[in-house]
């Protein structure tokens, strides 16, 4: 098959690969002739917004194409196989042997009804590239290299008898059991929280570059990432390569606007000073907060807090740390258990039905994930003009439509989309719509929750740079809950990070950084950093 | 263990449901115009000869203290006698319910197996030509009502052709052979009613299921379409598919009715049938029982095979 490569050290060769998506009003293209090199023992970091390709790329590099997606034209070579024509009998008995792949969510990319280690081997044993005593063997073996729990046994777990890390690394042992000679890692770390990516990224770092046989192409959105693991780095925008350069050159000289726009998402922050905030009033007062759902076990406790007008409080943790759980005991979704709230100088009643409609105007929340928080079948002009009519009955309709115009425009909208419905919109325009929702109460704080952990960087950015203007504009205050430490502590004035329900410190955001908590300074050390050599520091500090 | 104590509630659930059931069956029959010993005498009832059989059939007193009785007797097998023709109802029916279960076991031995392979193959072959002839076939046969494909059946295969019997006679003396020709075409008639939703219930739950990130895994792992089929999508559409099949087994139990009636077989559906027309009201009553319990009891087995074939309620959290 195929012409003999000239250089045999080439592992993947993809040339002018075009692949479009299959819809009802014809073909759209996913990539757009794309060409990748790959040789042996290196490892490529693919990175871009999602849309860009990276990933239909990487699975095209298996020969692998998903439901409604078609190889147009190009050619894609494994070790002299042409790819792209192969048939499905030879690419099966290449993948998971000579070439597999490591999911971004390892919880849902393992069988949850088989054990991780039937999983982990069936590959070798069905393909019968290794004895099931030997494929064993070496499962046992990188287990323990990869420092999983009780090495002899974990195999016999099931899916849900591991936590998120611990499967990501059992997703990584399975690709790695045959020695393949191409890895494709697509987004290995995203779905993990930061003190877990820096382990798994840790056992990439060791097992794969270490392991000279083996190739690997390693996607992900995330540039502080992919520079610690990857030797080359592709940037791709819209199917389409936007920049390719060796990891150091890329990050200190970028020569595309794109790839610097991207670089740049790690720079937020605030241009006020902190002097404006002083001798302003506390805004919201929580102390001693406790809550749980139902009956079950304390989601928080003992938490106490207070906002001051003007002024944002960052909040963060991992998953399960509560902070969600905050944001809801704040605006009265999930009454307290124990503790009290008070908004200026009155307390504020657990219980959303005891609210006035005074304290409900002034507390407003912004969710996660904005296709949940629209209505599917409210048009936005609708979804902002309930609250304006709900919380300014007394307001004419002429005022009301004025009020809505400003509103969009504040928030950067069209003043077209008052007649679009939410599916019209995008990730980030729907972000907005929620902000603007959230404003046409004229509160006086706003809750953040995780407001932008769903959207891309650069729309995040956007987003935060909007709500840091807004404030600046209108001057209410931010609980800006997120797990992005990073984010947190640029645009906080005071932070707190919680764990498991519990402040372990709180105080001003820039000095975060001389707590003396263990597991803050941990949160601080694993948020990854824009430059090449940040994991082996860390990694050696750790010894 | 977390499996068991959702086991026990089911079950208390089901005997519970069993129970108000019991009270609905006991006071539907009460409520019916004019009573058993009424009933016996028909239009030529005399007031002194009706008082004298509802003494004798305890009639004369309060209900509560009758149903008890009358639960507690049928928790022994013991419905009492039947009106029209005086024997234990417990004979009556033992029979008829071996016959009825010999036809609904036939059938589901040929439907469940039948309806499984071919959704699976409907699932692998997907959007074949098989695939589109297979769901159009059972949209076909699953419309029509069973006493309309019943007699078209028989119409066809019996008087026309005169392959099968269109009525069912089965005597112990008969070879296995000889019971399933005789129970064959109401078999087919059950087998179509039954089949089309099994079939097409079982495809949707692989489709669904073969939408999950793990079998884009077992994909890239380069195993084949049949083993993804078996070891990684049919494990985890065993719940929904476990339930479909047990809603259409309680059915080919219950929905015997009809069939029964068009093939003239005696079984337990034609003996409801023939109680309701005679008013014999303690039969209705068993074999209103007899139905309710196949239900609840079929319902639980679906129950069971969910809660077992769920990974995460067998094998607990490590710790």
């Known amino acids: 098959m195929g012409q003999p490569n000239k250089d045999n050290d080439l592992v993947l060769d993809i040339a002018g690969l075009s692949i479009v998506s299959l819809h009802q009003h014809g ?6 002739g794309l060409t990748l090199r790959l040789r042996r023992g290196e490892i490529l970091g693919l990175i871009g917004e999602s849309g860009a390709g990276k990933s239909t790329l990487g699975l095209a590099a298996l020969g692998y194409q998903r439901t409604g997606c078609k190889y147009d034209k190009g050619v894609v070579r494994f070790d002299n196989l042409l790819l792209h024509s192969g048939d499905e009998k030879t690419l099966s008995s290449l993948r998971g042997v000579r070439m597999a792949y490591v999911a971004q969510s390892a919880a849902a990319a393992f069988n949850p009804v088989h054990r991780l280690g039937a999983q982990i081997t069936e590959a070798a044993r069905c393909q019968a590239a290794l004895s099931r005593r030997e494929a064993e063997r070496r499962m046992v073996s990188l287990f323990r290299r990869f420092d999983l729990p009780e090495p002899e046994r974990f195999g016999d777990r099931f899916p849900h008898q591991a936590s998120g890390g611990q499967l990501q690394r059992a997703m990584i042992v399975m690709a790695m059991l045959c020695e393949p000679q191409l890895i494709v890692f697509d987004e290995p770390t995203t779905a993990l929280d930061v003190t877990t990516q820096i382990e798994v990224l840790a056992t990439i770092k060791r097992n794969i570059r270490a392991h000279s046989a083996t190739s690997a192409l390693y996607i992900t959105h995330d540039l502080a990432v992919v520079a610690q693991v990857a030797d080359r780095i592709m940037v791709l925008k819209d199917g389409m390569l936007v920049e390719e350069n060796d990891t150091k050159a890329l990050l200190t000289k970028p020569q595309r606007p794109y790839t610097k726009e991207l670089l740049s998402v790690y720079q937020v922050g605030r241009k006020r000073g902190g002097g404006k905030k002083k001798g302003r009033g506390v805004l919201l007062r929580g102390e001693g907060l406790d809550a749980s759902y139902g009956d079950g076990a304390r989601i928080l406790e003992d938490v106490s807090f207070g906002v001051s007008e003007y002024e944002v409080l960052g909040v963060v943790g991992e998953s399960g740390s509560g902070k969600s759980t905050l944001a809801r005991v704040v605006t009265g979704l999930l009454p307290s258990r124990e503790g009290s709230l008070w908004l200026g100088g009155e307390v504020l009643p657990r219980r959303l039905k005891r609210r006035s409609k005074e304290q409900l105007r002034r507390v407003q929340l912004v969710s996660q994930i904005p296709d949940t928080a629209l209505n599917p079948r409210q048009k936005i002009g609708e979804a902002l003009g309930r609250p304006l009519s709900y919380f300014f009955p007394q307001r004419t309709q002429a005022e009301r439509e004025r009020r809505l115009g400003e509103l969009l425009s504040s928030c950067e909208l069209d003043s077209r989309l008052t007649n679009a419905f939410p599916a019209e919109l995008s990730g980030g325009q729907k972000q907005r719509v929620c902000i603007a929702r959230a404003l046409a109460a004229e509160p006086d704080i706003i809750v953040c929750d995780e407001i932008t952990s769903a959207l891309d960087r650069l729309i995040a950015k956007g987003i935060v740079n909007l709500m840091l203007e807004l404030q600046e504009k209108l001057g209410m205050a931010y609980i800006f809950i997120s797990h992005d430490l990073g984010l947190v502590r640029a645009i906080s004035d005071d932070m707190m990070v919680m764990q498991g329900g519990k402040i372990l410190s709180y105080g001003a955001a820039s000095g975060i950084e001389k707590s003396e908590d263990a597991y803050t300074q941990k949160l601080l050390r694993s948020v990854p950093q824009m430059r090449v050599g940040w994991l082996d520091e860390v990694l050696q500090k750790r010894g | 263990m977390a499996v068991f104590r959702l086991l026990a509630t089911r079950v208390f659930w089901g005997v519970v449901c069993l129970w108000v059931i019991s009270v609905l069956i006991f006071s539907a029959t009460e409520l019916l115009p004019g009573d058993l010993a009424s ?22 007193r309060p209900p509560q203290e009758r149903y008890l009785e009358w639960l507690a007797a049928a928790a022994r097998f013991d419905f009492g006698r039947s009106l029209a023709t005086q024997r234990p109802i417990s004979q009556l029916i033992g029979k008829r319910l071996q016959r009825t279960l010999l036809l609904a076991l036939t059938t589901a031995c040929m439907a469940v197996p039948l309806a499984l392979l071919v959704g699976m193959l409907c699932t692998l072959w997907r959007d074949s030509t098989f695939d589109r002839a297979v769901n159009a076939a059972a949209i076909v046969v699953i419309s029509p009502p069973e006493f309309f494909t019943g007699y078209f059946l028989a119409f066809f295969f019996a008087v026309k052709l005169g392959w099968f019997p269109a009525v069912m006679l089965t005597t112990p003396s008969m070879s296995f052979a000889e019971i399933v020709h005789a129970i064959f075409l109401p078999c087919v008639t059950l087998l179509f009613a039954c089949f089309g939703h099994m079939m097409r219930l079982t495809r949707a739950a692989l489709i669904s299921v073969l939408e999950d990130p793990y079998i884009e895994t077992a994909r890239l792992k380069g195993l084949s379409n049949r083993r993804i089929l078996l070891v990684h999508a049919l494990p985890n559409a065993i719940a929904p598919i476990a339930n479909v099949v047990v809603i259409n087994l309680a059915y080919l139990v219950v929905g015997v009715i009809v069939v029964e009636t068009v093939f003239n077989y005696p079984g337990l559906g034609k003996l409801m049938v023939d109680s309701i027309s005679s ?23 679906a129950d069971l095979i969910s809660l077992l074939a769920n990974p995460k309620l067998r094998h607990a959290v490590a710790t």
């Not at chain 2, 016996?40 to 000869?49: H, I, L, R, S, W």
């Not at chain 2, 008013?279 to 087995?301: E, G």
């Open chain 1, 27 to 32: 073909a759209q293209p996913l990539l757009k």
């Open chain 2, 39 to 60: 009933v016996v005498f028909g239009q030529a009832k005399t007031p002194e000869a009706v008082e004298s059989l509802r003494k004798e059939l305890g009639l004369d």
């Open chain 2, 279 to 301: 008013r014999d009201i303690p039969v209705i009553q068993a074999c209103s029982l007899i139905f309710a319990t196949t239900y609840i009891v079929l319902n639980l087995t």
